[in-house]
């Protein structure tokens, strides 16, 4: 069965540091994965996708994740935090017409 | 830029109640979707609509719940007789289909807040 696994349920990192949030997802084929983000009291935004081919995918607001097959992760990065990047991030992953998602990591930026 | 609209923000009702949930998705979507999110937990899936009929439902997506298409570009989300426990954010999410990448991506909207007391 598919499922998604985001291990760090809280991080906390300074502004101007990197990020990275951990994805793990259980899937037979080549998944279609997904990264959204949730500021508080909005509804979901997509960071990026991956369908096929380059591992490492770009998305918007400077963030980037790569697809590790081996590993069975697709974890989001991003070289410099800032401030409103606080928010909680959930990762997808799609199959049959249906999205299913991570717990989500909660995002805190420290000044 | 096009945007799945959601009416209204923020819905309280009486427990037994019938509450109606209405999204707009964009307008050339073809595939719509809910998701409810109780309150520190995950996004969780109710139930995807193609075709003017149901193609996936979760297990939570019981029959108290049901879905409607009933114009062409509202997308509505029925709870029959609300309970307590069906207090949580609802999230409609449209995505265009076709077969192409683009094609699954969800956009979502802004969400509906269910206060059932």
């Known amino acids: 069965a598919q499922s998604v696994t985001q291990p760090d349920i809280h991080i906390t990192v300074s502004e101007g540091a990197s990020l990275e949030l951990r994805c793990n997802y259980s899937?037979?084929?080549?998944?279609?994965l997904f990264w959204y983000v949730q500021s508080p009291g909005q509804g979901l935004q997509l960071l990026l996708k991956?369908?096929?081919?380059?591992?490492l995918v770009q998305g918007i607001k400077g963030f980037e994740a790569e697809f590790k097959r081996s590993q069975s992760s697709f974890n989001l990065r991003k070289p410099s935090v800032h401030w409103s990047d606080a928010a909680e991030y959930f990762c997808?992953?799609?199959?049959?017409?249906?999205?299913?998602f991570g717990s989500g990591t909660k995002l805190n930026v420290k000044p | 830029e096009p945007e799945v609209t959601q009416t209204p923000s923020h819905q309280v009702t009486q427990m037994g109640q019938e509450v109606i949930l209405r999204c707009v998705p964009i307008?050339?979507?073809?595939?719509f979707y809910w998701y409810r999110q109780i309150l520190g937990q995950k996004v969780e899936f109710l139930v995807s609509?193609?075709?003017?009929?149901?193609?996936?439902k979760s297990e939570i997506f019981d029959d108290q719940f049901s879905v409607e298409r009933p114009d062409g570009s509202n997308f509505t989300l029925k709870i029959r007789s609300t309970k307590l426990e069906d207090s949580a954010m609802y999230f409609c999410?449209?995505?265009?289909?076709?077969?192409?990448?683009?094609?699954?991506?969800?956009?979502f909207g802004p969400g509906t807040r269910l206060t059932v007391t």
């Open positions: 307008s050339n979507h073809l595939y």
């Open positions: 609509f193609y075709n003017n009929e149901i193609s996936e």
């Open positions: 997808v992953l799609y199959n049959f017409n249906k999205f299913y």
């Open positions: 999410a449209s995505r265009a289909g076709g077969g192409l990448p683009g094609g699954y991506e969800q956009y």
């Open positions: 899937y037979g084929a080549t998944p279609y």
């Open positions: 991956y369908f096929s081919g380059d591992t």
